[in-house]
């Protein structure tokens, strides 16, 4: 059994990570971490949970090397940064899933999180990005930063068009609609029920840094390929799941049915991106109702021939592909499992 450690156990994230850890075949939880709440089980943190793990609680301020062989960190950048270089020489693996090591460039870290301060040697340490793209890059890595949850959908989308297409993209629009459950549990005015029942509110209109990320990122992998990449990013009513819709502009030549090939290729053997044609099923897809509680990232591709755009649309549960599902996808690969063990739950539908 692979011995893993959670820290941030009392979040949402930390309560999706309890959940699949525990009923994973290959893993034993065995240390929850936190600086709140400390004492308290997870059945008083999170409702849902009442499987008694013989855990509590317990501050990070000892020695983990003896009790965990990777640890989980589902804790605000900030902190991420801090306990990252702690815990590197204790453990075999840590798995980060805040966006303390996401951007490599420092110049865009410190614009989009300016208040968290790393170490540039240990970010340039992490292997970053969605285990689809960057498995093998995992596979026994010490140091992971995960994508973040619009940054996954963007990603996935984007990938067969410059990775495995080899397009040039001069311009990426995206527009990204997400629960509210992808802002955690701090209380602001504008989550309370009141406010955010029933509405659409832009709280990113002119940018996020999970447009950065996803730059960075590509730039890195195949440079040159994308001219300019912006996002705008609502609030809807949804407590989990998102959309991300992305209008890809190119002058390349591509046809629909050429674009839904190159998808089916690029994800064959991939199990949790469903390529999907957006009139098959009784809905449209992607929507996010069609993959919450499960793993799975729904991809379309379009060609809007009038618009002279590429439509790209990709759906997926922020808790868990965009989450705690990933990061136990990571973690599989890591130590030499198969990638979707622990992780064959079906969407639940209807939510």
Same mark, same amino acid.
Not at 113 to 139: H, I, T
Not at 199 to 212: E, F, K, L, M, S
Not at 232 to 259: I, K, N, P, Q, W
């Given at each position: 059994?692979?011995?893993? $450690?959670?820290i941030?156990a009392s979040?949402?994230?930390? /309560? %999706?990570?309890?959940?699949? &850890?525990?009923?994973h075949? %290959?893993?034993e939880?065995?240390?929850l971490g936190?600086?709140?709440?400390?004492?308290?089980?997870p059945?008083?943190?999170?409702?849902?949970?009442?499987q008694d793990?013989?855990?509590a609680?317990?501050?990070?301020?000892? @020695?983990?090397s003896?009790?965990?062989d990777?640890?989980?960190?589902?804790?605000?950048?900030e902190?991420?940064a801090e306990?990252a270089?702690?815990?590197a020489?204790?453990?075999?693996?840590?798995?980060?899933?805040?966006?303390a090591?996401?951007?490599?460039?420092?110049?865009?870290h410190?614009?989009?999180y300016?208040?968290?301060?790393?170490?540039?040697e240990?970010?340039?340490?992490?292997?970053?990005g969605?285990?689809e793209l960057?498995?093998?890059?995992?596979?026994?890595a010490?140091?992971?930063?995960?994508?973040?949850?619009y940054a996954?959908?963007?990603?996935?989308?984007?990938?067969?068009l410059?990775?495995g297409?080899?397009?040039?993209l001069?311009?990426v !629009?995206v527009?990204?609609?997400?629960?509210?459950?992808g802002?955690?549990?701090?209380?602001?005015?504008?989550?309370?029920?009141?406010y955010?029942?029933?509405?659409i509110?832009?709280?990113?209109?002119?940018?996020?840094?999970?447009?950065a990320?996803v730059?960075?990122f590509?730039?890195?992998?195949k440079?040159g390929?994308?001219?300019s990449l912006?996002?705008?990013?609502y /609030?809807?009513s949804?407590?989990r $799941?998102?959309?991300?819709?992305t209008y890809?502009?190119t @002058?390349?030549?591509?046809?629909?049915? %050429? !674009?839904?090939r190159a998808?089916?290729?690029?994800?064959?053997?991939r199990p949790?991106?469903?390529?999907?044609?957006?009139?098959?099923?009784v809905?449209?897809?992607? @929507?996010p109702?069609?993959?919450? $509680?499960?793993?799975?990232?729904?991809?379309? &591709?379009?060609?809007?021939?009038?618009g002279g755009?590429?439509v790209v649309?990709?759906?997926?549960?922020?808790?868990i592909?965009?989450a705690a599902?990933?990061? &136990?996808?990571?973690?599989?690969?890591?130590f030499g499992?198969p990638?979707?063990?622990g992780?064959?739950m079906?969407p639940?539908?209807?939510a």
């Amino acid at each position: 059994m692979i011995r893993v $450690g959670i820290i941030g156990a009392s979040g949402f994230a930390g /309560g %999706e990570l309890i959940r699949l &850890v525990g009923q994973h075949p %290959e893993l034993e939880l065995t240390f929850l971490g936190g600086s709140s709440n400390i004492g308290r089980r997870p059945s008083e943190l999170h409702p849902g949970l009442r499987q008694d793990l013989g855990l509590a609680v317990e501050p990070v301020s000892t @020695d983990l090397s003896g009790r965990c062989d990777a640890v989980l960190l589902a804790t605000p950048a900030e902190v991420s940064a801090e306990l990252a270089g702690q815990l590197a020489g204790q453990v075999a693996s840590v798995i980060d899933l805040s966006g303390a090591f996401r951007i490599r460039s420092t110049d865009l870290h410190e614009r989009w999180y300016p208040k968290v301060r790393r170490q540039p040697e240990l970010a340039d340490r992490f292997v970053y990005g969605v285990p689809e793209l960057v498995g093998d890059q995992m596979a026994g890595a010490p140091l992971i930063s995960l994508a973040g949850c619009y940054a996954t959908a963007i990603t996935l989308g984007l990938a067969p068009l410059t990775l495995g297409l080899g397009l040039d993209l001069k311009t990426v !629009l995206v527009d990204g609609k997400s629960g509210s459950s992808g802002s955690g549990q701090q209380l602001r005015t504008a989550g309370l029920h009141p406010y955010r029942n029933g509405a659409i509110t832009p709280y990113a209109p002119v940018g996020h840094r999970h447009a950065a990320e996803v730059g960075d990122f590509l730039e890195r992998s195949k440079p040159g390929t994308i001219g300019s990449l912006t996002m705008s990013a609502y /609030g809807v009513s949804h407590v989990r $799941g998102l959309m991300a819709s992305t209008y890809v502009f190119t @002058d390349d030549a591509v046809d629909s049915r %050429e !674009l839904q090939r190159a998808y089916l290729r690029f994800y064959k053997g991939r199990p949790f991106v469903r390529v999907r044609r957006h009139t098959e099923t009784v809905i449209p897809v992607p @929507d996010p109702q069609a993959v919450l $509680g499960s793993n799975y990232c729904d991809v379309s &591709v379009l060609h809007d021939p009038e618009g002279g755009r590429i439509v790209v649309l990709a759906a997926l549960d922020n808790l868990i592909k965009g989450a705690a599902g990933q990061a &136990v996808q990571a973690l599989n690969i890591r130590f030499g499992l198969p990638e979707e063990t622990g992780l064959t739950m079906q969407p639940l539908m209807p939510a």
